[in-house]
Structures are given as C-alpha cells and as structure tokens.
C-alpha cells in the first residue's frame, strides 16, 4: 500500500447512487447508510452528474468515512448500454460537463419516448414520472418503474424492470450517448480514473470483445468492477482474467440504489491496494475524508 494513501479502516465500495440519478436516497441519507454500514470508503457515482458530491462531503465531515467522488458514465454500444465508472474526475471540465449535459437530456428524451409506449397500454402520465425524481435528477427507468409502482401496475421497481421496463419488454427505447471508447477518452481528459462498470452485463459482456477491450486500454481504461452482483460466474472469471492481461485494477462494488434494488452496501466491495491504485491515478478532484 503506497503511504500516500492512508489505509481505510472499514469496508471499501466504489459504486452507489443517491437521487441526485435513480437513488431513493439524498446524498446525505446516502452517506448516512454507508456510516450505518460501517464502510471506511463509499463512492458517490450517480449517473452522468457530480450534483451530490458537496452534499455527500458535507454530510461525512466527522463521520470518518471517505468520500471518493465518481461519477457513472452512460456510454453506448449498438443500442446496448455500457456503463464507466467515473472516479477523481475534474466535475468542471468543460468537455464532461457538454457531455453529461446532453446524455442527461437524451435520458429526458428517452424516457418520455417510453411513458408514451406505455402509455397506449397503462394509465400513466409523464408527470407521474417527474413527481417521481427530484428536480434536476438524471432520468431513468427507475423512475417510470416508481410512477407505475404509485399507479399499482407492479409491485416494485423489481418488478417493473422484469416486466413493462423490460429491454424485451416492448416499451424499450434506448437513450443516445457516446461511445465507450468516446468515454473513456473524456474521463481520462477530466483527470479520471475510469473503471468499466458490471462488465458482465448485457452490453459489454457481449460487446466488449477482445479488440474493443484493448482499444479501451489504450486510451486509459483503468479498471474493472468483476465484483458485482450482475457478473454470473464465468464472467467473473473471464473479466478477472482480462484484469490481470492487462494489469487492470480490479473492484467490487454494491451498486447500492437505497430502497427499490436490492443490492446491499459492502455485498462486494475492493481491497485497500485497488482502491490506493485508484487514488494514486486520479488527478481532478480529491478523496474526501470525512
Ligand atoms: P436506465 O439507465 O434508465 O436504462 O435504467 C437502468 C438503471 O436502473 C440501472 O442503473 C439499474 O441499476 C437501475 N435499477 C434500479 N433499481 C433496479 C431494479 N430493481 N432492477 C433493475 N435495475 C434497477
Ligand atoms: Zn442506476
Ligand atoms: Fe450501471
Ligand atoms: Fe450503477
């Protein structure tokens, strides 16, 4: 472990969401369950926004945790979302905040594109979407899964994501976003360390190949979160034998969205030497530490 980084005293997990994207909770209520949770390091990493990082520092301060300010990155991959984790990124670089700024708005797009499928179908307004987000929040199906939850067409956002939300659903609509290689070239331009998110998902455990996958190392690709609950087991063993190819930091991670997904904080989390690797890379903002 490099002495510049101080040895966290409790769990690591680098991946979580508050309703600054689709989180139920503030970022404080956020940071307030990773204290609960006993964790010594919680990334903030709400989709294509840093609106909850100066709240979720305000609320550690004394609390002991560390804040790692992240970010997660939507990229796209013919129709396919691939998600980049975001870590130490410079939350004013021009190029990311154009960029973020329009993938939010493409969410927007998308997602009224989909309650108007719905709608032919559901009793289901797109206000009863916003009244499900926080003002500003970065928009995405859990939200529609909300307002159909409040319209009592299914359960719960689990349910809804099985069903109406559903890639083959037949209300499916993907959201416009760059490229992952687009991606990786602007984290690493803002001073972040990018790590590719679940890589056993739809998208880049099928997509992601060998090529694209050294293409992505080239232009900085830094990590790879093999621990999350969406990696079956091949995966796991595939994208950890990839990690050590190319010597790539590997993570594990909850992907914690509070109430409505039931991924746990610390149900995978990263050992201090990945996690010291990370802090040693980035260079456009800080770990706070609370
Ligand atoms: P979207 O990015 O709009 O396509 O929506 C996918 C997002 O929904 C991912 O970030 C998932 O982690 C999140 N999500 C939240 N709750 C659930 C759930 N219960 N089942 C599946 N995905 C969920
Ligand atoms: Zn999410
Ligand atoms: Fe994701
Ligand atoms: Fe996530």
């Not at 013919?78 to 130490?88: K, N, Q, R, T």
């Not at 956002?157 to 070239?185: D, N």
């Amino acid at each position: 472990m490099c002495p510049a980084v101080p040895e966290p005293r409790g769990a690591i997990d680098l991946h979580a969401h508050s309703s600054v994207s689709d989180g139920t909770e503030t970022p404080a209520e956020l940071v307030a369950a990773g204290v609960a949770a006993g964790l010594g390091v919680l990334a903030i990493t709400d989709h294509d926004s840093t609106a909850g990082w100066v709240p979720a520092f305000e609320a550690a301060e004394g609390t002991g945790l560390t804040v790692l300010p992240g970010m997660e990155l939507s990229t796209q991959l013919d129709g396919a979302s691939v998600h980049l984790l975001a870590y130490l990124i410079d939350p004013a670089h021009p190029g990311l905040l154009a960029e973020t700024e329009k993938i939010r708005a493409e969410r927007l797009h998308r997602a009224e594109a989909m309650v108007q499928r719905i709608a032919v179908d559901y009793a289901l307004d797109w206000e009863d979407v916003l009244a499900q987000a926080q003002p500003g929040a970065t928009l995405g199906r859990p939200h529609i899964a909300d307002a159909l939850v409040a319209r009592g067409h299914v359960t719960d956002r689990s349910a809804a994501f099985q069903s109406i939300l559903h890639w083959r659903g037949g209300y499916y609509r993907p959201h416009a976003a760059p490229k992952p290689l687009e991606g990786v070239e602007l984290i690493v331009a803002a001073g972040g360390v990018p790590v590719l998110a679940h890589p056993g998902g739809r998208g880049p455990d099928r997509l992601v190949d060998e090529r694209r996958t050294r293409a992505l190392v080239d232009a900085g690709l830094a990590g790879v979160e093999v621990g999350h609950r969406d990696n079956p087991p091949a995966a796991r063993e595939k994208w950890a034998a990839i990690a050590q190819r190319y010597d790539l930091i590997v993570t594990g991670s909850s992907d914690y969205h509070g109430r409505g997904k039931p991924n746990l904080l610390a149900e995978n989390t990263t050992t201090p030497e990945a996690y010291a690797r990370i802090v040693e890379l980035g260079t456009g903002s800080s770990p706070f530490a609370g």
